[in-house]
């Protein structure tokens, strides 16, 4: 048995996030912790609302709330729909909570003891109108790199360079649109990065596994050299900033910035996680105390990838302290709306409490993961997302299911018939099944998932194929034995199938497995050859008979929902 650290990127409090941050981080992170913990390893999957910034701050202006109650309000309503979805949490903590402003105060003041922060007096943007030090985020204006009209004051989307908002040309606030703005002085705590360089290439360096796409992020920023970036931001809401427990002179209306501690709180949260369930939280982030033997594993979008493969690591590395760093970092392209961005105020692209309005959990945590945006960005469309339903989740699986259950119960009754031998027919199933789930099994261990779930789906039409091969309803007539072989084993592998699904649709993996009257506490990952998992359900186990597992997508509900939603129709 293995110990696993799962942690997704986590998402920001304002507002339910949509389709797009769900397959970026928090669903590929739950389905490989799934499929870990279906294999009899111990895994430990921490997440959290992110909840400090400027836009929180906005956020509760405009709800009319303190940021403390809207922070805890959203909080719980991005609970709640991470829990429909099938999210399954050890724990979803907050980067607001108190052990977070702990860990993070403490962070600080070892880089500082290890002579890696610096104070600076800074010169930052600052509204007039708006009356309030603009963070980088909240200036935009044209690249002086690429020329690109809308780069952010931290890094430009078009070419990717990291920014400093005063380098941009034509700066404007993106609060209020206004121009009127100038340069300021204010003092700022710095993470002095540049002294980290040689430290964290080497370290990017020994991580020869990581996907194309991570190492492609990291070795761009190391190339370019890594800069001092100011950790520390001119906010009421967020962590304090302290220097030897006190609150730091001249810091006073200063908190740290929220990319400094949002990482932190993956620490944060895996204590809290401990103390409320009797565990240790050292053996996973403390490598003097056991967490040598964990396995940490991170997920996120690729515009989160490099504050975790440069800021965090300096932040951990360069305390002194023996603070555990990532081993495998997922990171994966953007899942965009027909090409374009995913917008909540233009009413542009399906956001996760609207996607459960329209159809169950997993139809949604199928397509996504089985269309996952690995090597590009993959661009939803609601024709793509109707044909993988009808095809994959209907015609195959539902169908194979469908198929078996009915047939099998109108010509042996509810329970499995015995009789018959194995032949021709079995074996090439047998053998195309343990080709299928070999494959599965590394592929998912690697976390390929688009490769995975090419797997997945041809094990469910392995069963239909299966089943045309041997034509039960045709041996029925003349030779009842033959029959009953082939039911018999395919009735066990929709409990096999049910198994191996379950990491990404675990919602229907039960209605399956109900038919038999298990649950998937009663299953394990499959460890023999496909001969003895077949006959896991002995002869005379009684069977249900299930309610049709997938609807399917029809033309009406498109065109109601692409007008819903903003999408073109052709």
């Known amino acids: 048995m293995t110990r696993i650290l799962v942690t997704s990127a986590l998402p920001y409090i304002n507002g339910v996030k949509h389709l797009g941050n769900l397959i970026g981080s928090m669903l590929p992170a739950d389905v490989y912790s799934r499929f870990q913990r279906a294999r009899g390893h111990e895994v430990v999957f921490i997440c959290a609302t992110d909840e400090h910034g400027t836009p929180a701050e906005l956020a509760a202006l405009e709800a009319g709330q303190s940021v403390e109650d809207y922070c805890a309000a ?18 979803f903590g907050r980067s607001s909570s108190q052990t977070n402003h702990e860990t993070t105060q403490h962070l ?23 009356g309030r030090f603009l963070p980088d985020r909240y200036v935009e204006g044209t690249c002086p790199h690429c020329g690109y009209e809308k780069a952010r004051g931290d890094q430009c989307d078009s070419c990717g360079r990291l920014l400093d908002p005063t380098e941009l040309k034509d700066p404007y606030s993106t609060i209020s649109g206004s121009k009127n703005i100038e340069v300021r002085e204010t003092r700022h705590l710095y993470l002095l990065q540049s002294k980290m360089q040689e430290r964290i290439a080497q370290w990017v360096a020994n991580r020869p596994r990581w996907p194309s796409l991570t190492k492609s992020i990291a070795l761009k920023w190391l190339e370019e050299g890594l800069r001092d970036r100011s950790i520390t931001r001119d906010l009421k809401w967020g962590i304090p900033v302290t220097q030897n427990g006190q609150p730091r002179p001249g810091f006073e209306n200063k908190v740290f910035y929220v990319w400094f501690d949002a990482p932190i709180e993956y620490i944060s949260a895996t204590k809290e996680w401990a103390d409320n369930n009797n565990q240790d939280w ?28 440069v800021s965090f690591p300096c932040t951990l590395i360069g305390s002194g302290e023996p603070w555990k760093t990532v081993d495998m970092l997922k990171s994966l ?36 993961m089985s269309n ?29 299911v469908n198929r078996i259950t009915r047939f099998g119960n109108g010509k042996f009754g509810p329970e499995i018939p015995a009789g018959g031998e194995i032949g021709a027919a079995e074996e090439d199933l047998f ?27 041809a094990i469910w039409a392995a069963g239909n194929e299966y089943l045309q091969i041997a034509a039960p309803w045709t041996a029925f007539k003349t030779d009842p034995d033959k029959a009953a072989v082939s039911v018999r084993v395919a009735l066990n592998l929709i409990r096999l199938i049910a198994v191996l699904s379950a990491p990404v649709i675990p919602f229907t993996a039960e209605k399956m497995l109900a038919i038999f009257d298990l649950g998937l506490d009663d299953v394990a990952w499959p460890k023999e050859k496909a001969a003895q998992e077949l006959t896991r359900l002995a002869p005379g186990t009684k069977f249900n008979l299930p309610d049709v597992l997938f609807q399917k997508i029809d033309e009406e509900m498109m065109e109601q929902w692409a007008e819903r939603f903003g999408a073109p129709r052709h």
């Open 74 to 91: 959203l909080h719980q309503i991005q609970a709640e729909a991470g829990e429909a979805f099938g999210l399954s949490f050890d724990y």
């Open 108 to 130: 600080a003041e070892a880089l500082e003891r290890e002579g890696l922060i610096e104070e600076r007096l800074d010169k930052q943007v600052y509204s007039i109108d708006d």
């Open 282 to 309: 050292q053996q996973y982030w403390l490598t003097d105390k056991g967490a040598e033997d964990t396995l940490y594993v991170q997920f996120m979008g690729k515009d989160n990838v490099a504050f975790h493969t």
């Open 333 to 368: 392209n953007w899942l965009t709306w027909y090409g374009g961005k995913f917008s909540t105020s233009e009413g542009r692209g399906i956001f996760m409490d609207q996607a459960l309005t329209l159809l169950p959990a997993d139809y949604w945590r199928w397509y996504l």
């Open 372 to 400: 996952a945006p690995e090597s590009d960005d993959t661009s939803f469309t609601l024709e793509t997302f109707a044909g993988a339903v009808n095809k994959d989740l209907a015609d195959v699986l539902g169908n194979f």
């Open 431 to 457: 053998a195309e099944l343990d080709r299928r789930i070999a494959s599965y099994t590394s592929n998912m261990e690697a976390m390929e998932f688009r490769k995975s779930f090419a797997d997945l789906r």
